[in-house]
């Protein structure tokens, strides 16, 4: 079993900054996938970035350049640094974390990300 806990959401302006972080506990290992996903109202949950084991990182289009994901190995915990916030990134932000050569995958209970003025 694995545990995320996610932490750092809140109320930013638009062209503001923030940063994610994600806590994982219990059978995490550095070989794990861990990444970002974010759902808004009405939305589908969307990959927002995720880094594997070679620190390999991938981003959605709608955040690339503005958004950058991290890992702290020593720390079990993941990063996500957001930078020129839009409204539309106002989303509950998920952790997730995903098994070496495994289906099994683990999720955060989320964090609010609002950016408004």
């Known amino acids: 079993q694995v545990q995320l806990v996610e932490s750092g959401g809140g109320l930013v302006q638009p062209g503001g900054s923030l940063r994610l972080s994600c806590a994982a506990s219990g059978s995490i290992s550095r070989r794990d996938a861990m990444g970002w996903y974010r759902q808004a109202p009405g939305k589908e949950r969307e990959l927002v970035a995720a880094i594997i084991i070679d620190s390999t990182t991938n981003y959605a289009d709608s955040v690339k350049g503005r958004f950058t994901i991290s890992r702290d190995n020593a720390k079990n915990t993941v990063y996500l640094q957001m930078n020129s916030l839009k409204p539309e990134d106002t989303a509950l932000y998920y952790c997730?974390?995903?098994?070496?050569?495994?289906?099994?995958?683990?999720w955060g209970k989320g964090t609010l990300v609002t950016v408004s003025s």
């Open positions: 997730n974390a995903k098994k070496w050569m495994s289906s099994i995958q683990y």
